[in-house]
């Protein structure tokens, strides 16, 4: 039970400090939508969002409003499309990317996830053929999110995937060019890819997750902030073993309120409560923002000699106060440096403290990877092929989620600004050292194989 004063402080993370459920995502199965005709298909899987998502919207508003907790986002995520609609072609499968954002349209969600792969130890034809669909589907849908799985811990990292998915990221860019490559914003590469993600744009409904689930994703970077802050000033000489503690009882409380709101949600909708992902997610708002955490910690800015120690902390410190809040913690929860999300993590990389270097470095131990990285329009696929497999084999190798959302912005150079409005913000294009080097390791292909960390059984 939370003492009066742990009730106030809640109030107080409310009112001034940033606190909301960053999303409540509703899971929805489509195995029952399969069809051969892709007609058929798509009404079917119409058909089934809108009825199990229509009221969505509304019963978080209701229930945020009855505990003045806002609810930032609500998403749907469903069956990786590759599985589902395993029978269709390139084209088909453009068709339904096009009818998941009518029905996210029609139910107004802000994003609906699962245009995905899991292609960790080889293709599917259908997998071939979503991915082929990728750059088509996000370049003419508002709000679908794609997300690839190309290496696991168990299987190791599909090399093939890896190229296929610097082409695709490029072919994606170019379609996208008008706004600066945006529909790369929607398009995760992952290792260990999760199944119950609520977060975009890696959100997709796993094969071993029941028919419809909600799941939650809370936040709160400032609310963390604002505490250490606190507890400085009452105590300046703290170490950073009490910072810790500090960090994980906000994190228990922050977890506290999302599992509240999930499970609200799910009682009126009648539908299961699945997790709550306590991912320190960021927004470009000022007071919004992990990088700011590294600040109170200490650190001039974030990309300075000690933010992967202060990263690894606050990332265990998250977790360990948010296992303790609810029974069924999953998703990525730890913390996200997404650069553009981030209005600290993006001024950072804009005054040369945050390298694409010291970002990969950092990635070994925060809950994502290179998340919102925007980089050259120049930059060939063989390059972003190597950014990813380096992401890749930090997931693989630590039994960890990875991922890569990489934007090489067209027409742009290092040091000048892409801009990607709302919860994407903006970003200084980061410059890529050496990339030609790496072309004729990346042609190779093949399979790394699984690591002997893969031998646990």
Known sequence: MLSDREILSTLEMLRSEHLDVRTVTLGVSLFDCADPNVD????????????LAQNLVAVCDEVGDKYGIPVVNKRVAVSPIAVVG??????????????????????????IGGFSALVEKGFTNGDVSLIDAIPEALAHTERVCASVNVASTKAGINMDAVLMMGHVIKRTASATAHAHGIGCAKLCVFANIPQDIPFMAGAYLGLGEPECVINVGVSGPGVVRKAIDRARRATPALDLGKLAEVIKRTAFKVTSVGELIGREVARRLEVPFGVVDLSLAPTPNVGDSVGEIFQSLGLGSIGAPGSTA??????????????????????????????????????????????????????????????????????????????????????????????????????????????????????????VSNGDLSTEFIRLGGRIPAPVQSLNN
């Open 86 to 111: 395993a029978a269709f072609g390139r084209d088909d499968l453009v068709q339904v990317a096009r009818t998941l954002d009518e029905a996210a349209r029609a139910v107004r969600v802000d994003f």
């Open 310 to 431: 202060v990263l690894a902390m606050l990332n265990d410190a998250v977790k360990k106060g948010g296992a303790f809040a609810s029974s069924y913690v999953g998703g990525l929860s730890g913390a996200f440096i997404p650069v553009s999300e981030d209005l600290n993590i993006s001024e950072a990389a804009r005054k040369g403290y945050l390298s694409l270097e010291k970002l990969e470095a950092m990635t070994s131990v925060c809950s994502v990877g290179l998340d919102m990285v925007a980089l050259p329009g120049e930059t060939s696929a063989e390059t972003l092929a190597a950014i990813i497999a380096d992401e890749m084999a930090i997931g693989v190798i630590n039994r960890k989620t990875t991922a890569a959302r990489l934007i090489p912005v067209p027409g742009k150079k290092a040091g000048e600004k892409a801009y990607f409005g709302g919860l994407l913000g903006e970003a200084t294009i980061i410059p």
């Open 40 to 51: 058929g298909f798509c009404d079917k899987v119409r058909r089934k969002i809108m009825r």
